[in-house]
């Protein structure tokens, strides 16, 4: 999105005009510099000139005056770019000391500079999603855990599935949103539960789920390592072929159970291949609507700068453009958090 309103904002309607009129891009010599200053900023130099150029019109050579940006200080006599339409001097001149910003204006490609920075978002953006996780399978999360030996297994049945308000939240704060999560019961009389997604639906998964025999995951902290963190990244696999990820802790908040060490490996025993179980809830209006409506405002800011708007206005239907998917999340966000609150008792349960 930035680099569309980036195209948008770069090019020049003057530009496209001149073009149009059969103009194009050639050098020109600089008669006479009236001004140059050296701009100091943090993270460019430049000059910044005054000076007047000779364009060779049809009708005859004309001294033009023009104001650009030069890495190196300008004399008279060197050569500059100009943009012009020979046979019609009317519609100005268009002068730069980088070919390449005049190409930019009329639809040319970006400069070298904004190419490199495009490219090294992609790859720093591939370099994260590889680093944490963005292309294992199942053993995503746990992985780090398996390698080190640190990853406990514990067969469990499924009692239940509910929601209850989240006092403490994983990073230590103290926010109380509708959390689903599943409850579940060890064969030694372990009482534990798994905190899931808000997005997870618990109508749907309780439809899958409850009373199955399962197999849980989690990866066993040092109490050094997470101070104060009653919750373990957890994973239950189901008749070893789909799982549900989550967080661990214990009904009563106790510690978690010791569990059996996993051997040491790169992948859960029940191989890279789970499922997920599909728990996205279907189609809501009362929940999605409005980010989706959110969506298309955003869309159609796009829509409207491609079909071509002034600077102000690109400028703010760029703003539009930004805000609409951060409005869309906090829509359903609300949305699905009262969702989640039908679920909740009357009185309200604490995971604690």
Known sequence: MGLFFYAALASSPEASRIAEAGGGIRAVSVQKVLSSEYVRKKHSRHYSVVARVSVP??????????????????????????????????????VESDREVLEEKVGGPAQWSIQVSALAMVVITLGVGILFGGFSKASRGMRGALRKGRCRTLPVMVDGVEVALERNSPKGGTSRRPMPRLTLAGRAGERLVVLLDPVVDPAHLSREIIGCQAQLYWRAFRPADRPGTPYAPAMLVLDGQRCVRGRLGTADGDGLPEGVPVPVSRDLPEGDGLRAIRTLPAW??????????????????????????????????????????AGARGWVKSRRNRYLQGYLPASGADIR
């Open 57 to 94: 019109f049809e009708a005859g050579p004309r001294s033009t005056r023009a104001e650009f940006d030069s890495d190196s200080e300008v004399g008279r006599g060197d050569k500059v770019w100009a943009l012009y339409a020979p046979s019609s001097a009317g519609l100005g001149v268009l």
């Open 284 to 325: 809501d209006p009362k929940i999605h609507a409005p980010g989706l409506w959110s969506l298309l405002a955003g869309v159609l800011a796009l829509a409207l700068v491609a079909s071509g708007t002034g600077r102000v206005v690109t400028l703010i239907l760029c703003a539009a453009a930004c805000v609409a998917p």
